[in-house]
């Protein structure tokens, strides 16, 4: 599991928020992912790589994801301009 109390801080805010992605106390990565819903909420998950869908926060509706910026060799995504390496939108 994530503990935030035990992870590094960059200029006062946690490490992740400035990277992206979350490593678990078992070095397990987590990459964000931003979505919005067509029930209006939007917000943020941390995903591995390659999850297909997520689901709303508020309303449990799965949205599709798909990679912010183009992949690289390494099967990352490059990040968008907020940060996400994910995006996922709701057809409304």
């Known amino acids: 599991m994530f503990d935030v109390t035990k992870r590094p801080y960059i200029n006062g805010k946690p490490e992740f928020w400035i990277t992206g992605i979350k490593i678990e106390t078992n070095g ?4 964000k992912c931003r979505y919005y ?5 939007k917000g943020s998950h941390y995903i591995p790589l390659g999850i297909p869908q997520i689901e709303c926060h508020e309303c449990d509706y799965h949205i599709q994801v798909l990679p912010a910026g183009r992949v690289g060799r390494d099967g990352i995504p490059k990040r968008d301009k907020q940060g996400a390496f994910y995006i996922a939108h709701a057809r409304m």
Do not use: A
């Not at 819903?37 to 909420?41: A, M, N, P, T, W």
């Open 28 to 31: 397990f990565k987590r990459y």
């Open 37 to 41: 819903c067509e029930c209006g909420h």
